[in-house]
C-alpha cells in the first residue's frame, strides 16, 4: 500500500469540518469582500454569458521551439451544472482570452522541458485573482505556496519549464484562502495541467476534473439544509455528464483530478482497475510499469489530489464510475428554487437517471458478437436474499434489513437485522442469489467489487445493454443474480436505489468469498463492517457490526486472526479504523484491498491503522503478543471516536 494514503487528512465531510483551522479558513471566505462567493445561487441577470462544458480533450496554447506560449483570462458567466435547459449559476471561471468560457478550465498539456510562457488577465472589476498552480512540477510536494496574485483588470506573465511528468492541475480564487474553501462563485476556477514524459508514445485517454460548488457553507456540515450543492465532473453532474465507450480489450487511460472541496471514493463497477500514479498540484508519484501492480475498484481521492489509472475491460455493458460517498450521488436540490421531489414516495421512471445525481460516469463497453442473454446452464448454490421491514422506522427514516435463506438455514432468524448478514461464496462456485422484495418500495443489490456481468450488477435502469436493462425490484416482486465469484476476497452488498435512505434503513452487508466456507472460522476471520445508523440523530456516532456499542472480541495470544474492515458509512470518507492498546496502535500486516490480494511487496508491516473511503475494504493479519485488553476504534479523520469494540485477549 502506498503510504501517502494513509496520511491524507480529511479536509471537507459532514462531521469533519470541526476542525479549527479549516473553520477559520472557511470563516474568511464566507465573510467581508469574500461574502458574494458562497451566493449568487441561481442567474437571473438578463442575458450573461454562458459557460461552455470543456471535455478537456484538446489542449490550450500553441507550441513553437519548445515554448508553449498560453494566454487564459478569469471573468464572469452563467455555468449550467445539469441539462443545457436547466437554471445555471453565476460563477467565475477560465477562459482563453477572447474565447467562452470553460468549466474546468482550458487544458495546458506539455512535454517534459517544455517551457510554458502563460500570460492571466484577470477581468473581474474588483475582486484579485489568487492564482495557483502555474510553476514546474517536482518529485516531491513542496512547502512554499506559488500563489500569483494578479489585481483586477490586470495581466501577468509566468515563465517556468514545466517539470516532472505527471497529472497536476492550476487553480484560482477571488481571495486568499485554501482550496478546500472554494466553495460558491470561485469554486471552478480549475483546469488540468499534464505533463508528458519526453520520447513517451502519446496513447489515448481521458482527463476528468471533479469540483464541487455549493451556496452555503451548511451543505458541507447540515446534510439536508436548504442548501444547493452541485458536484460534478468536467463540468456536469449525472445524468448529464459525458457518457465514455469502449471495447472489450481496449486499454482504458483516465486522469482524476480532485479540485473540489470534498473526499471522493472514486468506485468502478465490475472491474478493477490499476492505479498509474498518486499526486496532488505540484508533485505526482507515478508507480513504475515494471512495478507490482496497485488493483483497486475504490480509490480514495481527497481534496487537492490526483491519480491516475489503467482498465482493460473483459465484458460488455454498461458500468459506472463514481463516488462512492452516497451523499454526493444523491440528487440536488433545484438551482431555481423549487422544491426537492420527495424521494420516499419512489415514483420514477428511472432509479439510475432520476436518483443519482453528482460525480458519475457512465461507460458502455461493447464486443463483437455479444449479445443479451441469460447465462448457460449450470449448476449452482442457490440463495434467498429477503429485504423486510422491521420495527421502529418511520416513513423518512425507515428501518429495513435482510434475512439470508440457504437451504433450511435462515439468518438471521428474528430481529433485529443489523448488521446484514454475511453472504460467504466459494470462490469459482456459480452462485444465483434470488433478491426477494418485501419492501413498500423498490430496490436493487449491487454486489460491490464481484467481477460478473453488467446485468447482474445492481443498478436499476443502467446496468446491462440496449438490449436488456436491468430492472428495479417492485415490492412483492423478486430479482435472481448469478455469477461465479473468480477470487476470494471481501467484499459488499448494498442497494443501489435511493441510496441514502435505504442504506441507512439497513440494506448493507459483507460478502465474503473463500476457498472453502467449510472452513470458513468467523471467530480468526472477524468482519468489521462500519454503517451509518439508522436515525439522523445518531449520526454523531457510527455502527461497527450493526451495533454503536459492539460485543467484545476474544482472541489468544500467538493466535492468527484476518481483519477484514469494510466502510459502508453514506458521508464518512476519512474514517480511520486502528487497534489500539492504551494509547498506541499495536502492528499489523496488510494483505489485500479490495478484496484483491496485495503483491508481496506491498504486504507491508506496519502501525494498525488504516484511513479509509466508503466502498473500501482492507484486510489485515492480525497476532496478539501479549495478553490483556485491547480495543479497536473508528474515529474520524481528525480523532474523535465515533465507536469502540473491546477485544480480551487471553
Given at each position: 500500500m502506498d503510504p501517502r494514503r494513509a496520511q491524507d487528512e480529511p479536509l471537507v465531510g459532514r462531521n469533519q469540518l470541526r476542525a479549527g483551522v479549516l473553520l477559520m479558513w472557511m470563516a474568511v471566505a464566507l465573510t467581508g469582500a469574500s461574502r458574494g462567493l458562497a451566493g449568487q445561487a441561481v442567474a437571473r441577470d438578463a442575458a450573461p454569458e454562458r459557460v461552455a462544458i470543456n471535455?478537456?480533450?484538446?489542449?490550450?496554447?500553441?507550441?513553437?521551439?519548445?515554448?508553449?506560449?498560453?494566454?487564459?483570462?478569469a471573468r464572469s458567466g452563467e455555468w449550467r451544472p445539469d441539462g443545457d435547459t436547466d437554471p445555471g449559476i453565476n460563477v467565475l471561471a477560465f477562459a482563453i482570452q477572447g474565447g467562452p468560457l470553460q468549466i474546468p478550465g482550458?487544458?495546458?498539456?506539455?512535454?517534459?522541458?517544455?517551457?510554458?510562457?502563460?500570460?492571466?488577465?484577470n477581468r473581474l472589476e474588483k475582486e484579485p485573482l489568487i492564482l495557483h498552480g502555474m510553476s514546474p512540477k517536482t518529485t516531491a510536494a513542496a512547502n512554499s505556496t506559488d500563489a500569483?496574485?494578479?489585481?483586477?483588470?490586470?495581466?501577468?506573465?509566468?515563465?517556468?519549464?514545466?517539470?516532472?511528468?505527471?497529472?497536476?492541475?492550476?487553480?484560482?480564487?477571488?481571495?486568499?484562502?485554501?482550496?478546500?474553501a472554494r466553495l460558491g462563485r470561485d469554486s471552478q476556477l480549475s483546469g488540468a495541467f499534464i505533463v508528458e514524459p519526453r520520447g513517451g508514445a502519446s496513447r489515448k485517454e481521458r482527463v476528468f476534473v471533479i469540483g464541487h460548488w455549493t451556496d452555503s457553507d451548511t451543505a458541507l456540515i447540515q446534510p439536508g439544509s436548504l442548501?444547493?450543492?452541485?458536484?460534478?465532473?468536467?463540468?456536469?453532474?449525472?445524468?448529464?455528464?459525458?457518457?465514455?465507450?469502449?471495447?472489450?480489450?481496449?486499454?482504458?487511460?483516465?486522469?482524476?483530478?480532485?479540485?473540489?472541496?470534498?473526499?471522493?471514493?472514486?468506485?468502478?463497477?465490475?472491474?478493477?482497475?490499476?492505479?498509474?500514479?498518486?499526486?496532488?498540484?505540484?508533485?505526482?508519484?507515478?508507480?513504475?510499469?515494471?512495478?507490482?501492480?496497485?488493483?483497486?475498484?475504490t480509490e480514495r481521492l481527497a481534496p487537492g489530489r490526483t491519480f491516475s489509472l489503467t482498465w482493460v475491460p473483459t465484458r460488455p455493458g454498461n458500468?459506472?464510475?463514481?463516488?462512492?460517498?452516497?451523499?454526493?450521488?444523491?440528487?440536488?436540490?433545484?438551482?431555481?428554487?423549487?422544491?426537492?421531489?420527495?424521494?420516499?414516495?419512489?415514483?420514477?421512471?428511472?432509479?439510475?437517471?432520476?436518483?443519482?445525481?453528482?460525480?458519475?460516469?457512465?461507460?458502455?463497453?461493447?464486443?463483437?458478437?455479444?449479445?443479451?442473454?441469460?447465462?448457460?446452464?449450470?449448476?449452482?448454490?442457490?440463495?434467498?436474499?429477503?429485504?423486510?421491514?422491521?420495527?421502529?422506522?418511520?416513513?423518512?427514516?425507515?428501518?429495513?434489513?435482510?434475512?439470508?435463506?440457504?437451504?433450511?438455514?435462515?439468518?438471521?432468524?428474528?430481529?433485529?437485522?443489523?448488521?446484514?448478514?454475511?453472504?460467504?461464496?466459494?470462490?469459482?462456485?456459480?452462485?444465483?442469489?434470488?433478491?426477494?422484495?418485501q419492501l413498500p418500495e423498490a430496490t436493487a443489490i449491487h454486489w460491490h467489487g464481484i467481477e460478473l456481468d453488467s446485468y447482474y450488477d445492481g443498478v436499476a435502469g443502467f446496468a446491462g445493454d440496449a438490449g436488456r436493462l436491468a430492472p428495479a425490484i417492485a415490492p412483492g416482486t423478486s430479482f435472481e443474480a448469478l455469477f461465479t465469484p473468480p477470487r476470494a476476497g471481501t467484499f459488499i452488498y448494498h442497494t443501489h436505489v435511493d441510496e441514502i435512505r435505504q442504506q441507512q434503513a439497513g440494506l448493507t452487508g459483507a460478502l465474503l468469498v473463500v476457498e472453502?466456507?467449510?472452513?470458513?472460522?468467523?471467530?480468526?476471520?472477524?468482519?468489521?463492517?462500519?454503517?451509518?445508523?439508522?436515525?439522523?440523530?445518531?449520526?454523531?456516532?457510527?455502527?461497527?457490526?450493526?451495533?454503536?456499542?459492539?460485543?467484545?472480541?476474544?482472541?489468544?495470544?500467538?493466535?492468527?486472526?484476518?481483519?477484514?474492515?469494510?466502510?459502508?458509512?453514506?458521508?464518512?470518507?476519512?474514517?480511520?479504523m486502528r487497534v489500539m492498546r492504551g494509547n498506541a496502535p499495536l502492528t499489523w500486516r496488510a494483505v489485500a484491498k479490495d478484496g484483491m490480494d496485495l503483491p508481496a511487496d506491498q504486504?507491508?508491516?506496519?502501525?494498525?491503522?488504516?484511513?479509509?473511503?466508503?466502498?473500501?475494504?482492507?484486510?489485515?493479519?492480525?497476532?496478539?503478543?501479549?495478553?490483556?485488553?485491547?480495543?479497536?476504534?473508528?474515529?474520524?479523520?481528525?480523532?474523535?471516536?465515533?465507536?469502540?469494540?473491546?477485544?480480551?485477549?487471553?
Open positions: 471535455d478537456n480533450n484538446v489542449a490550450a496554447g500553441t507550441e513553437a521551439s519548445g515554448t508553449l506560449t498560453v494566454r487564459l483570462e482550458p487544458l495546458i498539456r506539455v512535454t517534459e522541458g517544455t517551457e510554458v510562457r502563460a500570460f492571466v488577465r500569483i496574485t494578479i489585481p483586477a483588470g490586470e495581466e501577468r506573465e509566468l515563465r517556468f519549464v514545466a517539470g516532472t511528468p505527471g497529472t497536476y492541475y492550476y487553480w484560482a480564487a477571488a481571495s486568499d484562502i485554501p482550496l478546500v442548501s444547493h450543492t452541485r458536484i460534478v465532473m468536467n463540468g456536469k453532474s449525472w445524468p448529464h455528464t459525458e457518457r465514455l465507450a469502449y471495447r472489450v480489450g481496449d486499454n482504458v487511460h483516465i486522469r482524476v483530478i480532485n479540485a473540489g472541496a470534498s473526499v471522493h471514493p472514486m468506485h468502478l463497477h465490475g472491474f478493477y482497475f490499476n492505479v498509474d500514479s498518486r499526486g496532488d498540484e505540484r508533485s505526482d508519484l507515478i508507480f513504475p510499469p515494471d512495478g507490482s501492480p496497485h488493483l483497486v475498484n458500468w459506472l464510475f463514481h463516488c462512492h460517498d452516497t451523499a454526493h450521488i444523491a440528487p440536488g436540490r433545484p438551482l431555481d428554487g423549487q422544491p426537492t421531489a420527495a424521494m420516499a414516495a419512489h415514483h420514477v421512471t428511472n432509479h439510475a437517471l432520476e436518483m443519482m445525481s453528482g460525480p458519475v460516469i457512465g461507460i458502455s463497453v461493447t464486443a463483437p458478437g455479444a449479445a443479451s442473454g441469460t447465462p448457460e446452464v449450470v449448476a449452482r448454490r442457490t440463495l434467498r436474499l429477503v429485504a423486510q421491514v422491521e420495527r421502529g422506522g418511520t416513513a423518512e427514516e425507515p428501518a429495513f434489513g435482510f434475512t439470508l435463506e440457504d437451504g433450511k438455514m435462515t439468518k438471521p432468524e428474528a430481529p433485529p437485522y443489523l448488521p446484514g448478514p454475511t453472504i460467504v461464496l466459494k470462490r469459482g462456485e456459480p452462485v444465483s442469489i434470488t433478491v426477494v422484495n472453502s466456507p467449510a472452513g470458513y472460522d468467523p471467530q480468526h476471520d472477524v468482519v468489521l463492517l462500519v454503517t451509518v445508523p439508522r436515525q439522523t440523530v445518531d449520526s454523531g456516532v457510527v455502527l461497527l457490526n450493526g451495533s454503536s456499542s459492539p460485543a467484545a472480541l476474544d482472541m489468544r495470544v500467538g493466535d492468527r486472526y484476518r481483519l477484514r474492515f469494510i466502510n459502508i458509512h453514506t458521508f464518512r470518507p476519512s474514517m480511520r504486504k507491508l508491516v506496519g502501525p494498525s491503522v488504516i484511513q479509509m473511503g466508503n466502498g473500501e475494504t482492507y484486510d489485515f493479519e492480525f497476532t496478539p503478543d501479549a495478553a490483556g485488553d485491547l480495543r479497536v476504534e473508528v474515529t474520524t479523520g481528525t480523532g474523535d471516536l465515533l465507536v469502540s469494540m473491546p477485544v480480551h485477549v487471553r
